[in-house]
């Protein structure tokens, strides 16, 4: 029999049905440690099986399955048994020496608690929101934003330090700063540590802020750091700000619900100040850049009304909430965006 040459391949369908397959496989390799094993010379299955006490059948097999998928490479030099070596995207993110390690972020990544968001999410798609109980992953006091604050710093690092400095700006002066939402508080923190003359207010959950504490107390600047508990749709932020910090959060809500909240930040911050937005701001055809703009995927999943927005999307509800102006930065190699808004 002939196989018609325009004949479709199933390999999309397949690799998509099979998906949660490389979820495990990376999950894997995370808990037994192969890619800092790798890091550290053990680069045979014989040195691996020792190293990370596993089989050397089942690490040949895990490790070209990462290989397959470009989390390895692999060479065979002469007689010699074959030998693994990390990519330089694992060795920054996946050795466990390096500072962008970020394996921990499984934690919150795999977790039930964003997960379980996806089970069904034909009813999600629906009801045109989430199928989970009550009001998904912005319930008060949620546990999933512990897990998020203790499990997602690493990665937030660097977009941390991109992000103050376009709020800093190189400014050397005294500066009012409140992060809404600020879960690990490496956003706020990173403003603090730029400014020496920064004070910090952290606004979150009550629960999240111990994090957001922690993490203030090992980077140094405690003393200009408090935190503020509660729902930031709802408890009153002060005023007199000179930045306000908005970072993985708007994306939860509907557009309603941010007009009042924009509005709430404008009537927040001092004559001059500025909001710094971090959002997945999608192009205006909502399809690429392709990993910013399945972030919509997981607020359908897990929120009743949020999305990622495109930047038009934005510009509108910041000039409608009463600021003059916006500017949209990327922040490689960050797939998110930083947007300026002036008051």
Known sequence: ?????????????????????????????????????????????????????????????????????????????????????????????????SPAYLGGALGFMLSPLLADGFKDLASAVRRGGTAMPAQGSLAPDHPMWVEYARSMGPMMALPAHALATLAVGGAARPMKVLDVAAGHGLFGIAVAQQNVLADVVALDWPNVLQVARENAERAGVSKRYRTLGGDALEVPFGDGYDVILLTNFLHHFDTSTLARLLSKVHAALAPGGKAVTLEFVPDDNRVTPALTAQFSLIMLATTPGGDAYTYSELDHLFKNAGFSRNELYPLPPSPQQAIISQR
């Not at 691996?48 to 290989?67: F, H, K, M, P, V």
Request: net charge negative.
């Open 1 to 97: 029999m002939t196989t018609p040459a325009n004949l479709p391949s199933p390999e999309l369908f397949l690799g998509t049905v099979n998906a949660y397959q490389r979820t495990e496989l990376i999950k894997a390799a995370v808990e037994l440690e192969v890619f800092t094993a790798i890091g550290a010379g053990a680069q045979t299955t014989a040195d691996l099986a020792t190293r990370c006490a596993a089989s050397e059948r089942g690490l040949r097999i895990l490790c070209d399955n990462l290989t397959i998928l470009g989390f390895l490479s692999k060479s065979e030099p002469g007689n010699t048994p074959p030998r693994y070596e990390l990519t330089l995207a694992s060795a920054v993110f996946l050795d466990q020496r």
